[in-house]
């Protein structure tokens, strides 16, 4: 992306002097030309050029606040003797991943009193002899090299931020993950809701389908004592029936027998 519009989009209707923070990675810079950064940032504390093609710092802009610089992954090989005038208030420069291969090439950082750590990784004269002693020597106002101090200490977490620069950022990130979380509790809360009532309905519909087995059972049961009723009554009938036929013929016996006595 272009330089001058990535910062028109960083800006986000702010003007320069109300950023303290502008990330400008990856643009390209018009032969070593930062488009669209002047002096009007008078107020910025961070800024990160990090893989845009400088060969050379001479064109940042006096910048009285700056205090972290982030230049990794580009071509510089010396002039910063620039860095002094422009950016007096540096504490934090990182030239990881450039062109620089001798120690002089350090000693205008000599003039930044307030720089306390630099970072080198990746250049030519982090495999010159004695490298760190010689730098230390040379740059009594650092504090660490590389993320580790003269004792080979690494650096913490505070030392890393910027004046507690970067203490607004996380506060900022920690409510967003607060906010991420709740939202995590809330859908949580749903799913047991839901897995809740999933139960609850198919604990429902199993006692209603054991209620209609219940009452399917009672009606074949029900069903059966009345056949049973009925086959009982119609046996009675036909013991009734046989009975009264039996008693026609006794009677039609019996009036033969007082015919027979009358001749």
Do not use: W
Not at 84 to 92: D, G, I, Q, S, Y
Not at 206 to 218: P, V
Not at 224 to 240: G, L, P, Q, R
Request: aromatic residues 4%; hydrophobic residues 25%.
């Amino acid at each position: 992306m272009d330089m001058k519009k990535r910062i028109h989009l960083e800006l986000r209707n702010r003007t320069p002097p109300d950023v303290k923070e502008l990330v400008l990675d990856n643009c390209r810079s018009n032969n070593g030309e930062i488009e669209g950064l002047s002096g009007e940032f008078v107020n910025l504390e961070f800024l990160s050029l990090i893989n845009v093609g400088l060969v050379s710092v001479s064109n940042l802009p006096k910048l009285p606040k700056l205090k972290k610089l982030e230049l990794s992954e580009n071509r510089i090989s010396g002039g910063l003797d620039v860095l002094a005038e422009k950016l007096p208030n540096l504490t934090h420069l990182n030239l990881s991943g450039n062109k620089l291969k001798d120690i002089d090439t350090l000693e205008p950082l000599k003039k930044l009193d307030s720089l306390k750590s630099l970072d080198l990784f990746n250049c030519e004269v982090t495999n010159l002899n004695d490298y760190r002693d010689r730098v230390f020597t040379l740059l009594p106002q650092l504090t660490y090299l590389d993320g580790y101090d003269q004792e080979d200490k690494e650096a913490s977490d505070s030392d890393a931020e910027v004046d507690g620069f970067f203490e607004e950022d996380e506060e900022v990130d920690d409510e967003d993950e607060d906010d991420e979380d709740e939202d995590e509790d809330e859908d949580e809360d749903g799913e047991e809701e839901s897995l809740y009532d999933l139960l609850e309905y198919e604990g429902g519909q199993d006692e209603e389908d054991e209620i209609s087995a219940e009452e399917e059972e009672l009606g074949r049961d029900s069903e059966e004592e009345d056949d049973e009723e009925e086959e009982e009554e119609e046996e009675e009938e036909e013991e009734d029936e046989e009975d009264s036929r039996k008693g026609e013929k006794r009677k039609r016996e019996t009036d033969d027998e007082g015919d027979e006595d009358d001749d």
